[in-house]
């Protein structure tokens, strides 16, 4: 047997999180992941790592910094791929 477990990390001077609004996550099969707007306007799809919702916005882990763009649509962003 195994178990999951996350443990809340807001420790002094922790880094501040990162949200995405939920409408911008794509899931496909094992895959999460959002599309990122490259400074050319290019959609890439990134493998992102989720936590916990936040009203209609969702903490994004690992696989986006700060500062970057991502598409709210993946579906218009797919096609445009």
Request: charged share 20%; glycine share 8%.
């Amino acid at each position: 047997m195994f178990a999951r477990v996350w443990l809340p990390t807001a420790a002094a001077g922790a880094p501040s999180r990162l949200y995405v609004p939920a409408s911008a996550v794509l899931r496909r099969a094992e895959m999460t992941g959002v599309y990122v707007v490259d400074a050319k306007g290019a959609a890439v799809l990134r493998q992102v790592r989720l936590g916990r919702a936040q009203g209609s916005d969702v903490d994004v882990l690992s696989g986006v910094s700060a500062g970057e763009r991502v598409a709210v649509d993946p579906q218009a962003a797919a096609r445009a791929d």
